[in-house]
């Protein structure tokens, strides 16, 4: 599944240790890795999108691991990132249950 991010969407993730102490920067390619997990969870639309849009929860290899991304889809179809961070709370937890035995809750 692609997944597109624009350059200023994409420094964002990038970023993400600017804004919060602490915290992961996530590289665009670790997001290819999570769309590409075999257990990749999606959930819309997501909770918390003011805009509807999709979380893809996944694990990234090279990250070492659980990633959420937000991400919609344009009028082409195509899948545009808007954020990602590492998964915690619900997400993890969802993520974790839906891949114990292969079937959904």
Known sequence: MGL???DEDAAYIQSRSTRYAGALDIEPAWTAEVMADERLVKVSPYPTSR???T???GYSPSAGKVLVVIAYRDLDGDLHGMNAR???GRDLATYLKEGDDGEES
């Open 4 to 6: 597109y991010w624009a």
């Open 51 to 53: 805009v509807g849009a």
């Open 55 to 57: 979380g893809f929860i």
């Open 86 to 88: 590492p998964a915690s």
